[in-house]
């Protein structure tokens, strides 16, 4: 067995050293990173997978810190991917996500891996997106991605998360900008963190401000929860919103699901009727067996013919 | 800007504070010093318990560890990280300690795996090019 394959496996049987190595794997060698995603991909898809994002002393890491216990609660295990940025200049990078959450370190049930962008635009690492599937086939019920302090560009979230969480808090000033400007189509549930901040219903009171501009129709509302991260409160109700949004997600994929299916009853069954018909019509008027004979006298072959008889009955 | 060599393997350093210190001025100090030399450094905070400083290089899979203490109390905390290490199979991974170590316990602490001790005062530079010197090559 190839060192890769050896990983793999160890990754597909929960082992941490090896799901720390196939992380360092997707990060480093592109070429071992898609053996062994190939080799993990069947297992995966059964997490859940919830973005955080927000403007930079949100309170990202500590809410991060108290869902995780409350997950734990729960009876399902997690895993957390923390990203910070990359210095463009030095191309090194402090990891200080971490601080706020090295007490689940010890949890056999949680596994937090730090991250840097490696100067990738969009708010997370290009190797985050292999990272949530090594821990999705790792068994991890729940993953949850941290993006760097975000602006209005990192909404790369979008493209790894099936929930994205947009963190805010009062008293950050103008952030509410980002907001508008790109977070607030990629938020399937806000947060408004600090919330026992006396300015804090403001904050509230702003976002949904922003979300009446927005008049399009749709399926899911983001709700906006207040939380206190610091405490813990307002945490298992933003969990039950996550479960909320999990639950549509099922249900809209559901119905795509039924609505696949009945289209291709539908076309099938179309088909069926239109040929039939036609058939019976060309043979009551005996241009069927006409066609035919000259088919097998080569005079014709079959797809002109049918051409040629479709073009005639559409006149 | 840094040019960004597609085959360059990032050094990851934990940089680790074990036991009771209060402050964590001088593993701020060197965790920034090797971050500007093109490192990716973890942090994790005062007052971690040897279980967790390599639990938490096991998960985020670190080439180096640098141990920070000010208490005294490292002949009793670090051989327990280096026992762990070696129980968990992290074996090739390079530790340095620094902070308040006096002279007469370093050849203990070298017995026991610690590779360096760097002292208080030491230059961050020369910690930077220790540690580019001496972080294990690896292929995964």
């Given amino acids: ?315 | 800007m840094q040019s960004e060599g597609k085959s360059e393997r990032k050094i990851r350093v934990l940089i680790a504070k074990p036991g009771l210190d209060s402050h964590d001025r001088g593993a701020k100090v060197v965790a920034r010093a090797l971050r500007d030399a093109g490192m990716e450094v973890i942090y994790t905070g005062l007052r971690q318990t040897p279980e967790q400083i390599v639990e938490t290089a096991l998960q985020e899979d670190v080439d180096v560890i640098g141990l920070s203490i000010l208490s005294g109390a490292h002949m009793a905390l670090f051989p327990r990280i280096m026992e762990l290490l070696k129980e968990k199979g992290l074996t090739d991974v390079l530790v340095f300690a620094g902070g308040i170590i006096p002279e007469e316990d370093i050849p203990e602490l070298k017995k026991i795996g610690i590779r360096e001790v760097f002292g208080p005062g030491t230059p961050t530079d020369k910690i930077v090019k220790y540690v580019l010197e001496n972080a294990p090559k690896r292929e995964h």
Avoid: C
């Fill in chain 1, 1 to 315: 067995m190839s060192k890769v394959e050896e990983i793999a496996k160890g990754v597909l049987a929960g082992d941490k050293r090896s799901i720390a190595k196939a992380i360092t794997i997707v990060e480093n060698k592109p070429e071992e990173a898609q053996r062994l995603i190939a080799a993990i991909y069947p297992h995966t898809g059964k997490a859940h997978i919830i973005g955080l994002t927000g403007p930079g002393g949100a309170g990202k890491s500590t809410l991060i810190e108290k869902m995780v216990r409350e997950y734990r609660r729960r009876g399902k295990t997690v895993g957390v991917i923390a990203v910070d940025p990359t210095s463009p200049f030095t191309g090194g990078a402090f990891l200080g996500d971490r601080i706020r959450m090295q007490e689940l370190t010890m949890d056999e049930g949680v596994f937090i891996r730090s991250m840097a962008t490696r100067n990738n635009p969009g708010g997370i690492a290009k190797a985050t997106k292999d990272a949530v599937k090594i821990l999705d086939a790792a068994g991890k019920d729940v993953i949850i991605v941290e993006t760097v302090g975000a602006g209005q560009s990192e909404v790369d979230i979008v493209k790894v998360a099936q929930t994205v969480v947009v963190v805010h808090a009062p008293g950050l000033g103008d952030e509410i900008q980002a907001i508008k400007a790109g977070l607030m189509e990629i938020a399937d549930i806000f947060v408004v963190n600090k919330a026992d901040r006396e300015n804090a219903d403001k904050t509230v009171i702003d976002i949904q401000a922003v979300l009446q501009l927005d008049d399009r129709v749709k399926a899911w509302n983001p709700p906006i929860v207040k939380t206190v991260a610091v405490t813990g409160e307002g945490v298992p109700q933003l969990l039950d919103k996550i479960e909320e949004h999990r639950q549509f997600l099922q249900r809209e994929l559901l119905q795509k699901r039924s609505w696949e299916k009945a289209q291709a009853e539908l076309v099938e069954a179309i088909r069926d009727k239109v040929t039939s018909s036609i058939i019976e019509k060309l043979k009551r008027e005996k241009r069927f067996e006409k066609i035919l004979q000259q088919i097998v006298n080569r005079e014709i072959d079959p797809a002109t013919a049918a051409e040629k008889l479709l073009n005639q009955e559409m006149e």
